[in-house]
């Protein structure tokens, strides 16, 4: 028997069932395939079985399109760029994408510091984590949507401080994730000099420390006033350089040239009071820079680092001479007692909602 006569011989097998089951369905499902389908075709002359067997691809083409299509709208595509400190491309990182809470799928990014996850479910929380050598665990978390979703992951590098000598100090700068200073930190450690135990707090902005005019708080925000005071003996012009780290998520402030020049004239023996003058007109260029690098036209200068006198007023006259309408406290104060006002004065306006509210349910009722 050749092949031609094995093919034909599943062909008829195949037919036979076809026929057996349109049988079935006329006799025991009572439906008249028959007179409907089955006769109208073959009284053409043409075999009904092949038309159906083409029906049936069709069919099956059919619905996988419309599945396809479906999938397609329910699912979407994220692309995560991974930046180093410096806005440079990072290749061959890591990056683990998880989709309510579960791991989804992992991923290199490439030459080009892009790792891209196709077919992520739309209407999740999906969390991007990435962790390297080298610099700090990185998590963002966001929800999907329908289309492409870009997001930059930048990452910040851990610094290395080297060992000292018997004639230096180290200052330890803690940061939170924003790369924002973190005041009130208890660091302890081991003195290998003295062979003791040591313990210290972080200031408010690690930079009193590094000129040497605290190192251990009595009170929270004592170094940043004494940093205020000293500049105020040395008002300059005088600043250091600084650089804006710009991405598609976030500008951030790049402290290392500013750390830099402040250890450079500690070296120096430059005095302390140009040193806190100089950095407090650092803070001030910084406030003029990110404002006009995202164009605005009105900038609000509020918190407890403008309850410092110099800082306020050099933020004011610098935005002021650029076209910049700056807005500052005038009768309540920055820090945590203009907080408590505004507590009180929401909770007014609570209970005066909730007193109208009862009013109008009375006039109803």
Same mark, same amino acid.
């Given at each position: 028997?050749?092949?031609?006569?094995?093919?034909?011989?599943?062909?008829?097998?195949?037919?036979?069932?076809?026929?057996?089951?349109?049988?079935?369905?006329?006799?025991?499902?009572?439906?008249?395939?028959?007179?409907?389908?089955?006769?109208?075709?073959?009284?053409?002359?043409?075999?009904?079985?092949?038309?159906?067997?083409?029906?049936?691809?069709?069919?099956?083409?059919?619905?996988?399109?419309?599945?396809?299509?479906?999938?397609?709208?329910?699912?979407?595509? +994220?692309?995560?760029? $991974? !930046?180093?400190? =410096?806005?440079?491309? /990072?290749? %061959? *990182?890591?990056?683990?994408?998880?989709?309510?809470?579960?791991?989804?799928?992992?991923?290199?990014?490439?030459?080009?510091?892009?790792?891209?996850?196709?077919?992520?479910?739309?209407?999740?929380?999906?969390?991007?984590?990435?962790?390297?050598?080298?610099?700090?665990?990185?998590?963002?978390?966001?929800?999907?949507?329908?289309?492409?979703?870009?997001?930059?992951?930048?990452?910040?590098?851990?610094?290395?401080?080297?060992?000292?000598?018997?004639?230096?100090? +180290?200052?330890?700068? $803690? !940061?939170?994730? =924003?790369?924002?200073? /973190?005041? %009130? *930190?208890?660091?302890?450690?081991?003195?290998?000099?003295?062979?003791?135990?040591?313990?210290?707090?972080?200031?408010?902005?690690?930079?009193?420390?590094?000129?040497?005019?605290?190192?251990?708080?009595?009170?929270?925000?004592?170094?940043?006033?004494?940093?205020?005071?000293?500049?105020?003996?040395?008002?300059?012009?005088?600043?250091?350089?600084?650089?804006?780290?710009?991405?598609?998520?976030?500008?951030?402030?790049?402290?290392?040239?500013?750390?830099?020049?402040?250890?450079?004239? $500690?070296?120096?023996?430059?005095?302390?009071? /140009?040193?806190?003058?100089?950095?407090?007109?650092?803070?001030?260029?910084?406030?003029?820079?990110?404002?006009?690098?995202?164009?605005?036209?009105?900038?609000?200068?509020?918190?407890?680092?403008?309850?410092?006198?110099?800082?306020?007023?050099?933020?004011?006259?610098?935005?002021?001479?650029?076209?910049?309408?700056?807005?500052?406290?005038?009768?309540?104060?920055?820090?945590?007692?203009?907080?408590?006002?505004?507590?009180?004065?929401?909770?007014?306006?609570?209970?005066?909602?909730?007193?109208?509210?009862?009013?109008?349910?009375?006039?109803?009722?």
């Amino acid at each position: 028997m050749g092949v031609l006569d094995s093919l034909k011989d599943i062909y008829f097998s195949i037919e036979d069932r076809y026929y057996a089951f349109m049988d079935y369905l006329e006799e025991k499902v009572h439906i008249p395939v028959y007179n409907f389908f089955v006769n109208p075709i073959e009284d053409s002359g043409i075999p009904s079985f092949p038309f159906a067997l083409l029906l049936f691809f069709v069919l099956l083409g059919a619905g996988f399109y419309a599945y396809m299509a479906y999938f397609a709208a329910s699912s979407t595509s +994220v692309q995560i760029s $991974v !930046l180093g400190a =410096n806005n440079e491309a /990072l290749s %061959g *990182v890591t990056v683990t994408l998880l989709v309510d809470g579960e791991e989804f799928n992992v991923s290199a990014s490439d030459e080009n510091g892009v790792a891209l996850f196709e077919g992520v479910p739309v209407g999740k929380t999906a969390t991007v984590k990435i962790e390297r050598d080298g610099f700090e665990p990185f998590a963002k978390s966001f929800s999907t949507t329908t289309g492409p979703f870009e997001t930059v992951a930048s990452l910040q590098s851990i610094a290395v401080i080297e060992p000292p000598s018997k004639e230096e100090k +180290v200052s330890v700068k $803690v !940061l939170d994730e =924003n790369g924002v200073p /973190l005041g %009130g *930190v208890s660091i302890s450690y081991f003195d290998s000099i003295s062979g003791e135990a040591k313990h210290a707090t972080t200031d408010s902005d690690g930079v009193a420390s590094l000129v040497g005019l605290r190192q251990v708080l009595a009170f929270e925000g004592q170094a940043a006033m004494e940093l205020e005071f000293a500049a105020a003996n040395n008002m300059a012009d005088e600043r250091y350089d600084f650089e804006l780290l710009k991405s598609a998520a976030a500008i951030v402030i790049n402290w290392t040239p500013i750390i830099e020049g402040i250890l450079a004239d $500690v070296r120096k023996g430059i005095p302390v009071s /140009l040193i806190s003058s100089k950095f407090h007109n650092t803070l001030a260029q910084t406030i003029l820079g990110v404002a006009r690098e995202t164009d605005q036209s009105r900038v609000v200068l509020t918190g407890g680092c403008f309850q410092n006198k110099y800082l306020t007023e050099q933020a004011v006259n610098l935005l002021t001479q650029h076209g910049i309408r700056p807005y500052w406290h005038q009768r309540i104060p920055p820090n945590d007692g203009g907080i408590a006002l505004g507590q009180i004065y929401a909770l007014e306006r609570m209970a005066k909602k909730t007193h109208d509210k009862l009013q109008e349910a009375e006039v109803i009722g």
